[in-house]
């Protein structure tokens, strides 16, 4: 039998806390990171299709998202940044597909779009149109 600690209980989320402190981790996102649009599934995954094969073509495509309305987590920029921002990924990823480097990098960013699409807190993974959800 596991042993048990009679300190220790799990709280809602499934993490462990000790004397009634709740322990919170927060990922800490960079700009190009944080620029990744909320899109919809199935444009978040031809994105990853593109990307897989022709490195930052999806992040390229996925920059256009923003101009139609797609939320990131750069609620303070403003859209035109945010679009120069994922163009920048896009050519970086190109740039550096030649050492391979931007082919993973883009085979990663394409995951990133895919994870985010599915994730509970997307307002479009719930079927709400673009234009409710522009913060």
């Not at 600690?5 to 989320?13: I, R, S, V």
């Not at 939320?71 to 920029?77: E, N």
């Not at 990924?89 to 993973?104: E, K, L, R």
């Amino acid at each position: 039998s596991p042993p048990v600690h009679k300190d220790t209980e799990m709280n809602e989320k499934g993490v462990t806390s000790s004397s009634g402190v709740v322990v919170q981790v927060r990922e800490k996102k960079g700009p190009l990171r944080a620029a990744i649009p909320y899109m919809p599934f199935p444009v978040a995954v031809i994105c990853l299709f593109l990307n897989t094969f022709v490195p930052g073509l999806g992040t390229l495509v996925s920059a256009f998202t923003v101009l139609c309305g797609a939320r990131t987590d750069l609620p303070d920029r403003h859209m035109c940044c945010v679009f120069w921002l994922n163009v920048a990924a896009a050519v970086i990823q190109m740039v550096t597909a030649i050492v391979m480097v931007g082919w993973i990098m883009s085979i990663f960013w394409g995951m990133d779009m895919v994870i985010l699409a599915s994730t509970s807190h997307n307002p479009a993974a719930k079927n709400i149109p673009d234009r409710y959800y522009r913060v």
